[in-house]
């Protein structure tokens, strides 16, 4: 008959993901003619638990690239941006609050989704997709086995080796001397 053990573990109590979207402005010194092209670099972030919510700090840099002088030069204009979202991590099991950690991975890296200049300055849009994992100590109930399993016998392999060397040793003339 099985009996139950309980084992408390660190395991995932509560997960999910989320995009988030922002549109940030940027006014260069020479008034822009055409977005060439706008790049998110140096993503860095970190969740932390702000009571029933997680809120994650992080930083991007975007570098865009634009025409200039009715498009006869080029000219990069960069912009370090900073960001604080707060989500709700719905629970999946039942946790000891105390001891929770976060998890934060970014599942789709800051992109630019969309760039335009509306009276010299340069609009651009920013998506991205992050994913929470709230990390706790849970009970994890096992069924235990009392009844000890059997013991294998073990035989040696060599008993060929043992009958061979038998043979050899007996001399069939031992009555003849």
Known sequence: MA????????????????TFTSTNTIKPEIVPTTVLGCW???????????????????SFDVNIWYS????TKTEVVRQH??????????????????????????????????AEIVDGVIQYTI??????????????????DENEDPWDEIEDNNEDQIDNEIDQQVKEDYLQA
Do not use: M, W
């Open 68 to 71: 200039c002088e009715d498009d």
């Open 40 to 58: 998110v670099i140096n993503h860095n972030f970190e969740g932390v638990k702000s009571g029933d919510k997680v809120r994650i700090d992080g």
């Open 127 to 144: 998506e991205k997709e992050l994913g929470i994992e709230l990390v706790g100590d849970t009970k994890v109930k096992i069924a235990i």
């Open 81 to 114: 941006n900073t960001y604080s979202e707060t989500v709700q991590v719905r629970r999946r099991v039942a946790s000891d609050t105390v001891n929770e950690e976060v998890i934060v991975r970014s599942l789709a890296q800051p992109t630019c989704t969309k």
């Open 3 to 18: 009996t139950f053990k309980e084992i408390v573990t660190k395991a995932v109590i509560g997960k999910g993901k989320k």
